[in-house]
Protein backbone atom coordinates (compact mmCIF):
# COMPACT_ATOMS: atom_id res chain seq x y z
CA UNK A 1 0.00 0.00 0.00
CA UNK A 2 2.62 2.50 1.09
CA UNK A 3 4.60 2.19 -2.52
CA UNK A 4 1.78 3.20 -4.66
CA UNK A 5 0.89 5.97 -2.13
CA UNK A 6 4.40 7.57 -1.89
CA UNK A 7 4.84 7.26 -5.64
CA UNK A 8 1.32 8.99 -5.74
CA UNK A 9 2.22 11.71 -3.83
CA UNK A 10 5.74 12.49 -5.76
CA UNK A 11 3.76 12.76 -8.74
CA UNK A 12 0.78 14.56 -7.51
CA UNK A 13 2.67 18.37 -7.66
CA UNK A 14 3.43 18.02 -11.54
CA UNK A 15 -0.72 17.63 -11.96
CA UNK A 16 -1.02 20.64 -10.97
CA UNK A 17 0.43 22.78 -13.89
CA UNK A 18 -1.41 20.91 -16.62
CA UNK A 19 -4.82 21.39 -14.82
CA UNK A 20 -4.39 24.95 -15.47
CA UNK A 21 -2.61 24.45 -18.75
CA UNK A 22 -6.47 22.50 -19.19
CA UNK A 23 -8.14 25.71 -18.47
CA UNK A 24 -5.64 27.91 -20.37
CA UNK A 25 -7.04 25.85 -23.51
CA UNK A 26 -10.48 26.14 -23.26
CA UNK A 27 -10.94 29.19 -22.57
CA UNK A 28 -8.87 30.14 -25.44
CA UNK A 29 -9.70 27.74 -28.16
CA UNK A 30 -13.58 27.08 -26.99
CA UNK A 31 -15.34 29.67 -28.48
CA UNK A 32 -17.41 32.28 -26.07
CA UNK A 33 -21.00 31.18 -26.00
CA UNK A 34 -20.97 35.33 -25.95
CA UNK A 35 -19.26 38.62 -26.77
CA UNK A 36 -16.95 38.49 -23.44
CA UNK A 37 -14.30 40.76 -22.40
CA UNK A 38 -10.86 39.75 -21.42
CA UNK A 39 -10.83 35.85 -22.77
CA UNK A 40 -7.44 35.94 -24.31
CA UNK A 41 -5.91 37.80 -21.09
CA UNK A 42 -7.54 35.19 -19.51
CA UNK A 43 -6.32 32.36 -20.79
CA UNK A 44 -3.01 34.03 -20.68
CA UNK A 45 -3.46 34.07 -16.98
CA UNK A 46 -4.28 30.90 -16.85
CA UNK A 47 -1.22 29.34 -18.81
CA UNK A 48 1.44 31.99 -16.41
CA UNK A 49 -0.71 30.03 -13.60
CA UNK A 50 0.52 26.78 -14.56
CA UNK A 51 3.66 27.58 -15.57
CA UNK A 52 4.46 28.51 -11.96
CA UNK A 53 3.07 25.62 -10.67
CA UNK A 54 5.51 23.41 -12.90
CA UNK A 55 8.06 24.99 -11.40
CA UNK A 56 7.00 25.10 -7.98
CA UNK A 57 6.79 21.12 -8.77
CA UNK A 58 10.74 20.99 -9.78
CA UNK A 59 11.33 23.10 -7.13
CA UNK A 60 9.35 20.80 -4.61
CA UNK A 61 7.45 23.96 -3.22
CA UNK A 62 4.07 22.27 -3.85
CA UNK A 63 3.17 19.15 -1.69
CA UNK A 64 0.91 19.90 0.58
CA UNK A 65 -0.99 22.21 -1.50
CA UNK A 66 -1.19 20.60 -4.83
CA UNK A 67 -4.71 18.47 -4.05
CA UNK A 68 -5.88 22.25 -4.10
CA UNK A 69 -3.95 23.47 -6.69
CA UNK A 70 -5.19 20.67 -9.27
CA UNK A 71 -8.96 21.02 -7.73
CA UNK A 72 -8.89 25.25 -8.58
CA UNK A 73 -7.55 24.12 -12.02
CA UNK A 74 -10.43 21.94 -12.70
CA UNK A 75 -12.50 24.23 -10.92
CA UNK A 76 -12.09 27.35 -13.35
CA UNK A 77 -12.15 25.20 -16.13
CA UNK A 78 -15.36 23.60 -15.02
CA UNK A 79 -16.59 27.51 -14.36
CA UNK A 80 -15.23 28.27 -17.97
CA UNK A 81 -17.40 25.88 -19.75
CA UNK A 82 -20.24 25.95 -18.08
CA UNK A 83 -20.62 29.92 -18.05
CA UNK A 84 -18.29 31.16 -21.35
CA UNK A 85 -18.74 28.25 -23.11
CA UNK A 86 -22.32 26.78 -22.53
CA UNK A 87 -23.87 29.95 -20.72
CA UNK A 88 -25.86 27.96 -18.52
CA UNK A 89 -27.23 30.72 -16.08
CA UNK A 90 -28.79 34.26 -16.60
CA UNK A 91 -25.79 36.39 -17.57
CA UNK A 92 -26.27 39.47 -15.82
CA UNK A 93 -25.73 38.15 -12.22
CA UNK A 94 -23.71 34.68 -12.70
CA UNK A 95 -20.54 36.21 -14.52
CA UNK A 96 -17.97 34.30 -16.31
CA UNK A 97 -14.03 34.37 -15.01
CA UNK A 98 -13.10 36.45 -18.06
CA UNK A 99 -15.57 39.29 -16.43
CA UNK A 100 -14.00 39.19 -13.64
CA UNK A 101 -10.85 39.27 -14.80
CA UNK A 102 -11.90 42.20 -17.11
CA UNK A 103 -12.96 44.23 -13.33
CA UNK A 104 -9.33 44.01 -12.00
CA UNK A 105 -7.82 44.98 -15.80
CA UNK A 106 -10.12 48.15 -16.04
CA UNK A 107 -11.52 49.42 -13.18
CA UNK A 108 -8.22 48.35 -10.95
CA UNK A 109 -7.26 51.81 -9.88
CA UNK A 110 -11.15 52.35 -8.33
CA UNK A 111 -10.77 49.22 -6.22
CA UNK A 112 -7.80 49.66 -5.36
CA UNK A 113 -8.35 53.28 -3.88
CA UNK A 114 -11.29 51.78 -2.09
CA UNK A 115 -9.42 48.95 -0.56
CA UNK A 116 -7.00 51.58 0.82
CA UNK A 117 -9.74 53.58 1.81
CA UNK A 118 -11.15 50.72 3.84
CA UNK A 119 -7.85 49.80 5.47
CA UNK A 120 -7.10 53.18 6.51
CA UNK A 121 -10.52 53.63 8.10
CA UNK A 122 -10.17 50.33 9.24
CA UNK A 123 -6.42 50.78 11.17
CA UNK A 124 -7.55 54.10 12.87
CA UNK A 125 -10.96 52.72 14.18
CA UNK A 126 -9.42 49.35 14.86
CA UNK A 127 -6.23 50.88 16.31
CA UNK A 128 -7.76 52.68 18.98
CA UNK A 129 -11.17 50.85 19.83
CA UNK A 130 -8.16 47.65 20.42
CA UNK A 131 -5.76 49.77 22.44
CA UNK A 132 -8.61 51.58 24.14
CA UNK A 133 -10.29 48.14 25.33
CA UNK A 134 -7.24 46.59 26.36
CA UNK A 135 -6.74 49.39 28.77
CA UNK A 136 -9.98 49.68 30.15
CA UNK A 137 -10.39 45.94 30.40
CA UNK A 138 -7.09 46.04 32.42
CA UNK A 139 -8.57 49.18 34.90
CA UNK A 140 -12.05 47.05 35.36
CA UNK A 141 -10.11 43.86 36.18
CA UNK A 142 -7.76 45.65 38.86
CA UNK A 143 -9.03 48.66 40.12
CA UNK A 144 -12.36 48.71 42.06
CA UNK A 145 -13.02 52.32 41.73
CA UNK A 146 -12.78 52.37 38.12
CA UNK A 147 -14.99 49.30 38.02
CA UNK A 148 -18.06 50.94 39.87
CA UNK A 149 -17.87 53.80 37.54
CA UNK A 150 -17.13 52.23 34.46
CA UNK A 151 -18.91 49.23 34.53
CA UNK A 152 -22.47 50.47 34.06
CA UNK A 153 -21.80 52.48 31.47
CA UNK A 154 -19.93 49.78 29.92
CA UNK A 155 -23.00 47.53 30.34
CA UNK A 156 -25.07 50.31 28.85
CA UNK A 157 -23.43 50.56 25.62
CA UNK A 158 -21.50 47.96 24.92
CA UNK A 159 -23.86 45.22 23.60
CA UNK A 160 -25.41 47.77 21.66
CA UNK A 161 -24.51 46.69 17.99
CA UNK A 162 -22.22 50.15 16.74
CA UNK A 163 -24.33 49.89 13.46
CA UNK A 164 -27.32 51.39 15.41
CA UNK A 165 -25.66 54.19 16.33
CA UNK A 166 -24.71 55.23 12.89
CA UNK A 167 -27.17 57.17 11.86
CA UNK A 168 -27.40 58.91 14.85
CA UNK A 169 -23.27 59.53 14.61
CA UNK A 170 -23.61 60.79 11.06
CA UNK A 171 -25.84 63.46 11.82
CA UNK A 172 -24.25 64.30 15.41
CA UNK A 173 -20.43 64.21 14.35
CA UNK A 174 -20.02 66.40 11.19
CA UNK A 175 -17.20 64.49 9.16
CA UNK A 176 -18.24 60.97 8.23
CA UNK A 177 -14.76 59.31 8.65
CA UNK A 178 -14.52 60.54 11.35
CA UNK A 179 -18.14 59.27 12.74
CA UNK A 180 -17.07 55.97 11.24
CA UNK A 181 -13.73 55.82 13.06
CA UNK A 182 -15.74 56.26 16.72
CA UNK A 183 -18.09 53.47 15.77
CA UNK A 184 -15.49 50.81 14.80
CA UNK A 185 -13.33 51.80 17.59
CA UNK A 186 -16.84 50.74 19.93
CA UNK A 187 -17.21 47.73 17.56
CA UNK A 188 -13.03 46.55 17.97
CA UNK A 189 -13.75 47.87 21.81
CA UNK A 190 -16.27 45.98 23.65
CA UNK A 191 -14.79 42.61 22.81
CA UNK A 192 -11.58 43.63 23.71
CA UNK A 193 -12.29 45.36 26.79
CA UNK A 194 -14.51 42.14 28.49
CA UNK A 195 -11.74 39.56 27.49
CA UNK A 196 -8.79 41.62 28.88
CA UNK A 197 -11.14 41.96 31.84
CA UNK A 198 -12.25 38.98 32.26
CA UNK A 199 -8.00 37.44 31.42
CA UNK A 200 -6.86 40.06 34.30
CA UNK A 201 -9.51 38.95 36.82
CA UNK A 202 -8.46 35.52 36.50
CA UNK A 203 -4.82 36.20 37.04
CA UNK A 204 -3.32 33.45 39.39
CA UNK A 205 -3.01 35.80 42.53
CA UNK A 206 0.19 33.99 43.43
CA UNK A 207 1.14 35.67 40.51
CA UNK A 208 0.74 38.85 42.03
CA UNK A 209 2.05 37.55 45.52
CA UNK A 210 5.20 36.11 43.77
CA UNK A 211 6.43 39.78 42.00
CA UNK A 212 5.01 41.81 45.20
CA UNK A 213 7.77 39.78 47.82
CA UNK A 214 10.11 40.88 45.50
CA UNK A 215 9.66 44.05 45.64
CA UNK A 216 7.34 44.61 42.27
CA UNK A 217 5.11 47.78 42.41
CA UNK A 218 1.78 48.26 40.56
CA UNK A 219 3.34 49.61 37.45
CA UNK A 220 5.03 46.00 37.32
CA UNK A 221 2.47 44.27 38.30
CA UNK A 222 0.01 45.83 35.71
CA UNK A 223 2.46 45.47 33.00
CA UNK A 224 4.56 42.63 33.30
CA UNK A 225 2.48 40.24 35.42
CA UNK A 226 -1.44 40.99 34.64
CA UNK A 227 -1.07 42.00 31.08
CA UNK A 228 1.08 38.62 30.11
CA UNK A 229 -1.11 36.43 31.85
CA UNK A 230 -3.85 37.67 30.25
CA UNK A 231 -3.10 37.25 26.95
CA UNK A 232 -4.30 34.48 25.62
CA UNK A 233 -8.12 36.14 26.36
CA UNK A 234 -7.28 39.39 24.92
CA UNK A 235 -6.16 38.11 21.68
CA UNK A 236 -10.00 36.35 21.66
CA UNK A 237 -11.28 39.92 22.65
CA UNK A 238 -8.87 41.71 20.12
CA UNK A 239 -10.21 38.52 17.01
CA UNK A 240 -13.74 39.27 18.18
CA UNK A 241 -13.37 43.01 17.87
CA UNK A 242 -11.57 42.21 14.64
CA UNK A 243 -15.14 40.42 13.13
CA UNK A 244 -17.34 43.35 14.26
CA UNK A 245 -15.20 45.74 12.83
CA UNK A 246 -15.56 44.55 9.50
CA UNK A 247 -19.45 44.56 9.51
CA UNK A 248 -19.42 47.88 10.60
CA UNK A 249 -16.90 49.24 8.18
CA UNK A 250 -19.01 47.68 5.44
CA UNK A 251 -22.66 49.34 6.56
CA UNK A 252 -20.70 52.37 8.02
CA UNK A 253 -19.19 52.65 4.08
CA UNK A 254 -22.53 51.98 2.42
CA UNK A 255 -24.39 54.32 4.79
CA UNK A 256 -22.00 57.25 5.40
CA UNK A 257 -18.89 57.42 3.86
CA UNK A 258 -19.09 57.37 0.17
CA UNK A 259 -15.55 55.87 -0.25
CA UNK A 260 -14.28 52.46 0.77
CA UNK A 261 -14.89 48.96 -0.90
CA UNK A 262 -18.53 48.95 0.94
CA UNK A 263 -19.16 52.17 -0.78
CA UNK A 264 -17.85 50.34 -4.15
CA UNK A 265 -20.16 47.47 -4.26
CA UNK A 266 -22.99 49.50 -3.64
CA UNK A 267 -22.22 51.62 -6.41
CA UNK A 268 -21.91 48.42 -8.46
CA UNK A 269 -25.32 47.23 -7.51
CA UNK A 270 -26.88 50.72 -8.41
CA UNK A 271 -25.40 50.11 -11.41
CA UNK A 272 -26.09 46.57 -12.03
CA UNK A 273 -22.07 46.10 -12.67
CA UNK A 274 -22.52 42.43 -11.14
CA UNK A 275 -18.52 41.60 -12.06
CA UNK A 276 -18.11 44.93 -10.35
CA UNK A 277 -19.71 43.53 -6.98
CA UNK A 278 -17.92 40.17 -7.26
CA UNK A 279 -14.75 41.60 -7.98
CA UNK A 280 -15.18 43.92 -4.68
CA UNK A 281 -16.71 40.93 -2.58
CA UNK A 282 -13.44 38.92 -3.37
CA UNK A 283 -11.03 42.17 -2.59
CA UNK A 284 -12.89 42.35 0.48
CA UNK A 285 -12.45 39.07 1.67
CA UNK A 286 -8.75 38.75 0.73
CA UNK A 287 -8.55 41.73 2.77
CA UNK A 288 -10.38 40.52 5.66
CA UNK A 289 -8.72 37.14 5.89
CA UNK A 290 -5.10 39.17 5.49
CA UNK A 291 -6.34 40.90 8.60
CA UNK A 292 -6.70 37.95 10.40
CA UNK A 293 -4.16 36.01 9.25
CA UNK A 294 -1.73 39.02 10.36
CA UNK A 295 -3.66 38.66 13.92
CA UNK A 296 -3.02 34.74 14.35
CA UNK A 297 0.58 35.47 13.34
CA UNK A 298 1.22 38.49 15.72
CA UNK A 299 -0.89 35.67 18.30
CA UNK A 300 1.43 33.24 17.42
CA UNK A 301 4.57 35.24 18.71
CA UNK A 302 3.07 37.03 21.51
CA UNK A 303 1.76 33.40 23.00
CA UNK A 304 5.04 31.00 21.79
CA UNK A 305 4.63 30.00 25.79
CA UNK A 306 1.09 28.33 24.82
CA UNK A 307 1.34 25.01 24.27
CA UNK A 308 -2.02 24.95 22.35
CA UNK A 309 -2.02 24.34 18.76
CA UNK A 310 -4.58 25.98 16.69
CA UNK A 311 -3.49 26.81 13.81
CA UNK A 312 -5.72 29.29 11.33
CA UNK B 1 28.09 39.00 45.07
CA UNK B 2 26.61 41.42 47.98
CA UNK B 3 25.96 39.56 50.79
CA UNK B 4 23.20 41.25 52.99
CA UNK B 5 23.11 40.73 56.66
CA UNK B 6 21.35 38.35 57.83
CA UNK B 7 17.49 39.94 59.55
CA UNK B 8 16.38 38.83 62.93
CA UNK B 9 12.81 38.76 63.23
CA UNK B 10 10.26 38.97 66.12
CA UNK B 11 6.59 37.45 66.31
CA UNK B 12 4.57 38.61 68.82
CA UNK B 13 1.39 37.25 70.10
CA UNK B 14 0.10 36.59 66.21
CA UNK B 15 -3.45 35.57 65.97
CA UNK B 16 -4.66 35.02 62.25
CA UNK B 17 -7.58 33.43 61.01
CA UNK B 18 -9.90 33.21 57.60
CA UNK B 19 -13.49 33.57 57.06
CA UNK B 20 -14.65 30.21 54.60
CA UNK B 21 -18.16 29.83 54.16
CA UNK B 22 -19.82 32.53 56.39
CA UNK B 23 -17.80 30.77 59.43
CA UNK B 24 -14.57 32.16 61.51
CA UNK B 25 -11.83 29.30 60.90
CA UNK B 26 -8.92 30.25 63.61
CA UNK B 27 -5.75 29.26 61.60
CA UNK B 28 -2.60 31.00 63.98
CA UNK B 29 -3.72 31.00 67.36
CA UNK B 30 -1.25 33.54 70.11
CA UNK B 31 2.25 32.60 68.18
CA UNK B 32 5.51 34.11 69.94
CA UNK B 33 8.76 33.85 68.42
CA UNK B 34 12.10 35.38 67.88
CA UNK B 35 14.70 34.31 65.05
CA UNK B 36 17.99 35.85 65.16
CA UNK B 37 19.54 36.82 62.67
CA UNK B 38 21.36 34.03 60.60
CA UNK B 39 19.60 31.03 62.16
CA UNK B 40 17.90 28.56 60.26
CA UNK B 41 14.59 27.64 61.55
CA UNK B 42 12.75 24.54 60.56
CA UNK B 43 9.02 24.40 60.95
CA UNK B 44 7.14 21.45 61.18
CA UNK B 45 3.42 20.73 61.99
CA UNK B 46 0.61 18.34 60.80
CA UNK B 47 -1.00 19.73 57.46
CA UNK B 48 -3.39 22.45 57.20
CA UNK B 49 -2.36 23.36 60.61
CA UNK B 50 -1.15 26.62 59.36
CA UNK B 51 2.46 26.85 58.39
CA UNK B 52 2.10 28.69 55.00
CA UNK B 53 -0.34 31.29 56.24
CA UNK B 54 2.95 32.34 59.12
CA UNK B 55 4.90 32.76 56.20
CA UNK B 56 2.67 34.51 54.43
CA UNK B 57 2.58 36.86 57.57
CA UNK B 58 6.44 37.41 58.22
CA UNK B 59 6.08 37.63 53.70
CA UNK B 60 4.48 40.74 54.77
CA UNK B 61 1.78 39.48 52.17
CA UNK B 62 -1.03 39.92 54.85
CA UNK B 63 -1.26 41.59 57.87
CA UNK B 64 -2.20 39.83 60.86
CA UNK B 65 -5.19 39.90 62.82
CA UNK B 66 -3.96 40.66 66.21
CA UNK B 67 0.08 40.78 66.85
CA UNK B 68 3.21 42.18 65.39
CA UNK B 69 6.10 41.48 63.57
CA UNK B 70 8.89 43.03 63.64
CA UNK B 71 12.48 42.63 61.34
CA UNK B 72 15.17 44.35 63.13
CA UNK B 73 12.87 45.97 65.63
CA UNK B 74 10.68 47.76 62.52
CA UNK B 75 7.07 46.26 61.89
CA UNK B 76 6.58 44.41 58.92
CA UNK B 77 3.75 46.46 57.15
CA UNK B 78 4.46 45.24 53.69
CA UNK B 79 6.64 42.90 51.32
CA UNK B 80 10.20 43.16 50.69
CA UNK B 81 12.84 42.07 48.65
CA UNK B 82 14.97 41.63 51.98
CA UNK B 83 12.61 38.68 52.73
CA UNK B 84 12.18 36.63 49.52
CA UNK B 85 9.55 33.46 49.33
CA UNK B 86 9.90 30.42 47.47
CA UNK B 87 6.06 29.22 47.46
CA UNK B 88 4.70 25.94 47.94
CA UNK B 89 3.48 26.23 44.52
CA UNK B 90 5.97 26.78 42.44
CA UNK B 91 3.76 29.11 40.66
CA UNK B 92 6.33 30.11 37.69
CA UNK B 93 4.83 32.65 35.02
CA UNK B 94 4.33 30.44 32.07
CA UNK B 95 4.81 33.78 29.75
CA UNK B 96 9.08 33.38 30.85
CA UNK B 97 11.38 30.68 29.83
CA UNK B 98 13.10 29.27 32.90
CA UNK B 99 16.08 31.83 32.70
CA UNK B 100 13.35 34.89 32.39
CA UNK B 101 11.63 33.31 35.10
CA UNK B 102 15.05 33.38 37.56
CA UNK B 103 15.66 36.45 36.24
CA UNK B 104 12.39 37.61 37.94
CA UNK B 105 13.48 39.26 40.80
CA UNK B 106 16.45 41.18 38.85
CA UNK B 107 13.98 42.62 36.53
CA UNK B 108 11.91 43.84 39.10
CA UNK B 109 15.07 45.45 40.99
CA UNK B 110 16.18 47.00 37.30
CA UNK B 111 19.37 45.17 37.68
CA UNK B 112 21.35 43.27 34.90
CA UNK B 113 23.21 40.18 36.76
CA UNK B 114 22.83 38.08 33.81
CA UNK B 115 26.00 35.24 35.83
CA UNK B 116 24.24 35.06 38.86
CA UNK B 117 21.27 34.17 37.15
CA UNK B 118 23.43 31.28 35.30
CA UNK B 119 24.68 30.61 38.32
CA UNK B 120 21.48 29.78 40.22
CA UNK B 121 20.23 27.72 37.26
CA UNK B 122 23.52 25.51 37.73
CA UNK B 123 22.79 25.23 41.30
CA UNK B 124 19.92 23.56 40.83
CA UNK B 125 20.43 21.57 37.91
CA UNK B 126 18.41 23.21 35.70
CA UNK B 127 21.56 24.02 33.25
CA UNK B 128 20.74 23.17 29.46
CA UNK B 129 16.45 24.12 30.43
CA UNK B 130 17.42 27.71 30.48
CA UNK B 131 15.21 28.58 27.23
CA UNK B 132 12.47 26.05 28.15
CA UNK B 133 8.91 26.99 29.03
CA UNK B 134 7.32 25.95 32.62
CA UNK B 135 4.95 24.09 30.71
CA UNK B 136 8.03 21.65 29.33
CA UNK B 137 9.25 20.76 32.88
CA UNK B 138 8.59 18.12 35.70
CA UNK B 139 7.21 19.11 39.16
CA UNK B 140 10.43 18.51 40.46
CA UNK B 141 12.12 20.66 37.64
CA UNK B 142 9.66 23.45 38.31
CA UNK B 143 10.15 23.84 42.02
CA UNK B 144 14.33 23.38 41.48
CA UNK B 145 13.33 26.34 39.00
CA UNK B 146 11.40 28.43 41.73
CA UNK B 147 14.30 27.74 44.54
CA UNK B 148 16.93 29.30 42.02
CA UNK B 149 13.81 32.50 41.13
CA UNK B 150 13.90 32.99 45.23
CA UNK B 151 18.42 32.46 45.31
CA UNK B 152 19.37 34.47 42.75
CA UNK B 153 17.88 37.48 44.77
CA UNK B 154 20.39 37.29 48.14
CA UNK B 155 17.94 38.10 50.43
CA UNK B 156 18.24 38.66 54.32
CA UNK B 157 15.85 36.07 54.85
CA UNK B 158 15.19 33.03 53.00
CA UNK B 159 11.49 31.93 53.55
CA UNK B 160 11.02 28.11 51.93
CA UNK B 161 7.67 26.71 51.79
CA UNK B 162 8.87 23.19 51.46
CA UNK B 163 11.46 23.91 49.26
CA UNK B 164 11.89 20.30 48.25
CA UNK B 165 8.55 18.68 48.78
CA UNK B 166 8.50 17.20 44.79
CA UNK B 167 11.88 15.82 44.66
CA UNK B 168 13.30 12.42 44.41
CA UNK B 169 15.01 11.25 47.51
CA UNK B 170 18.22 11.55 45.71
CA UNK B 171 18.19 15.12 44.05
CA UNK B 172 16.79 15.82 47.51
CA UNK B 173 19.86 14.83 49.27
CA UNK B 174 21.71 17.19 46.41
CA UNK B 175 19.57 20.10 47.12
CA UNK B 176 19.78 19.66 51.18
CA UNK B 177 23.52 19.57 50.76
CA UNK B 178 23.05 23.12 48.33
CA UNK B 179 20.72 24.57 51.08
CA UNK B 180 22.67 24.08 53.80
CA UNK B 181 26.13 25.43 51.74
CA UNK B 182 24.57 28.64 50.75
CA UNK B 183 22.65 29.36 54.08
CA UNK B 184 26.94 28.87 55.47
CA UNK B 185 28.42 31.10 52.46
CA UNK B 186 25.75 33.62 52.74
CA UNK B 187 24.54 34.07 56.04
CA UNK B 188 21.01 34.59 55.31
CA UNK B 189 18.35 34.17 58.11
CA UNK B 190 16.35 30.46 56.86
CA UNK B 191 12.56 30.09 57.28
CA UNK B 192 11.79 26.73 56.03
CA UNK B 193 8.83 24.09 56.30
CA UNK B 194 9.26 21.04 56.02
CA UNK B 195 7.05 17.25 56.11
CA UNK B 196 10.70 15.66 56.57
CA UNK B 197 11.58 15.77 60.36
CA UNK B 198 14.99 14.37 58.88
CA UNK B 199 15.51 17.14 56.77
CA UNK B 200 14.80 19.68 59.33
CA UNK B 201 17.40 18.01 61.94
CA UNK B 202 19.85 18.29 59.04
CA UNK B 203 19.46 21.65 58.14
CA UNK B 204 18.17 23.61 60.76
CA UNK B 205 19.84 25.35 63.92
CA UNK B 206 16.42 24.86 65.29
CA UNK B 207 13.21 23.30 64.82
CA UNK B 208 9.62 24.70 65.94
CA UNK B 209 6.80 22.31 66.39
CA UNK B 210 3.21 23.26 65.97
CA UNK B 211 0.23 21.52 66.72
CA UNK B 212 -3.12 21.02 64.66
CA UNK B 213 -5.09 23.88 63.18
CA UNK B 214 -5.18 26.36 64.80
CA UNK B 215 -1.27 26.20 65.36
CA UNK B 216 0.07 26.63 68.69
CA UNK B 217 3.32 25.97 69.34
CA UNK B 218 3.98 22.64 71.61
CA UNK B 219 7.84 22.65 70.47
CA UNK B 220 10.87 24.44 70.50
CA UNK B 221 14.48 22.73 70.03
CA UNK B 222 18.13 24.06 69.45
CA UNK B 223 19.76 21.73 67.05
CA UNK B 224 22.88 21.68 69.06
CA UNK B 225 24.68 19.84 66.50
CA UNK B 226 27.69 20.30 64.71
CA UNK B 227 27.31 21.73 60.80
CA UNK B 228 28.30 19.10 59.29
CA UNK B 229 25.78 16.50 59.90
CA UNK B 230 25.24 12.78 59.43
CA UNK B 231 21.82 11.26 59.27
CA UNK B 232 22.55 7.91 61.10
CA UNK B 233 24.14 9.85 64.36
CA UNK B 234 22.65 8.82 67.16
CA UNK B 235 21.80 11.93 68.66
CA UNK B 236 19.53 13.19 65.80
CA UNK B 237 17.67 9.91 65.41
CA UNK B 238 17.10 10.21 69.17
CA UNK B 239 16.19 14.01 68.25
CA UNK B 240 13.77 12.61 65.57
CA UNK B 241 11.63 10.55 67.61
CA UNK B 242 11.10 13.31 70.29
CA UNK B 243 9.92 15.25 67.54
CA UNK B 244 7.80 12.63 66.00
CA UNK B 245 5.97 11.76 69.51
CA UNK B 246 5.77 15.75 69.70
CA UNK B 247 3.64 15.68 66.73
CA UNK B 248 1.21 13.15 67.59
CA UNK B 249 3.02 9.40 67.09
CA UNK B 250 2.83 7.05 69.91
CA UNK B 251 6.18 6.59 72.26
CA UNK B 252 6.45 2.61 71.37
CA UNK B 253 6.60 3.52 67.11
N1 LIG C 1 -6.78 32.39 51.56
C1 LIG C 1 -7.39 31.58 52.44
N2 LIG C 1 -8.72 31.69 52.63
C2 LIG C 1 -9.35 30.89 53.49
N3 LIG C 1 -8.75 29.97 54.24
C3 LIG C 1 -7.43 29.80 54.10
C4 LIG C 1 -6.68 30.59 53.19
N4 LIG C 1 -5.40 30.20 53.27
C5 LIG C 1 -5.35 29.21 54.17
N5 LIG C 1 -6.57 28.96 54.70
C6 LIG C 1 -6.88 27.98 55.74
O1 LIG C 1 -5.89 28.08 56.72
C7 LIG C 1 -5.55 26.82 57.21
C8 LIG C 1 -4.06 26.66 57.19
O2 LIG C 1 -3.59 26.68 55.88
P1 LIG C 1 -2.04 26.61 55.54
O3 LIG C 1 -1.92 26.67 54.08
O4 LIG C 1 -1.34 27.64 56.33
O5 LIG C 1 -1.65 25.16 56.07
P2 LIG C 1 -0.24 24.44 56.07
O6 LIG C 1 0.16 24.24 57.47
O7 LIG C 1 0.71 25.16 55.20
O8 LIG C 1 -0.61 23.05 55.44
P3 LIG C 1 0.22 22.13 54.43
O9 LIG C 1 1.27 21.47 55.24
O10 LIG C 1 -0.78 21.13 53.96
O11 LIG C 1 0.75 22.99 53.37
C9 LIG C 1 -6.28 25.81 56.38
O12 LIG C 1 -7.34 25.31 57.16
C10 LIG C 1 -6.83 26.57 55.23
O13 LIG C 1 -8.11 26.12 54.89
MG1 LIG D 1 1.51 24.86 53.37
Known amino acids: MTAPDATGRRLLPWAAGPAWFLAALVTWRWPDADDFPATNPLAALFLAVGLALLAAAALRRLSARAPWAIALGLGFTAWEIAQAKLLWLPRPFFGTPQDLLDVFLTDWKKLGDSLLHSLGLLAVGYGIGAGLGVAIGVGLGRSPHFRYWVRPLIRLVGPLPPVALLPLAFVLVPSGRLASEALLALAAGFPTTILTWSGVAAVDPAFYDVARTMGARTRFLVLRVALPAAMPQIFVGLFMGLGVSFATLVVAEMLGVKSGLGFYMQWAQGWAAYPNMYAALLVMSLMCTGLVTLLFKIRDRVLAWQKDGLKW | ?253
Not at chain 2, 18 to 35: N, Q
Not at chain 2, 36 to 44: R, T, Y
Not at chain 2, 50 to 70: D, H, N, Q, W, Y
Open chain 2, 1 to 253: MVTHRPLGLALDHIDHGYTIGGTFTPVLDDISLTIAPGEFVALLGPSGCGKSTLLRLVAGLEPPRAGTIRAEGAPITGPGPDRIVMFQDPTLYPWRTVRGNVALGHDIAGRKDPESVDAAIELVGLKGFERAWPHQLSGGMAQRAALARALVNDPRVLILDEPLGKLDSLTRLTMQTELHRLWRDRGFTALMVTHDVEEALLLATRVVVFSPRPARIIGDLTIDLPPHRHRDDPRLLHLRKDILVQLGHSADW
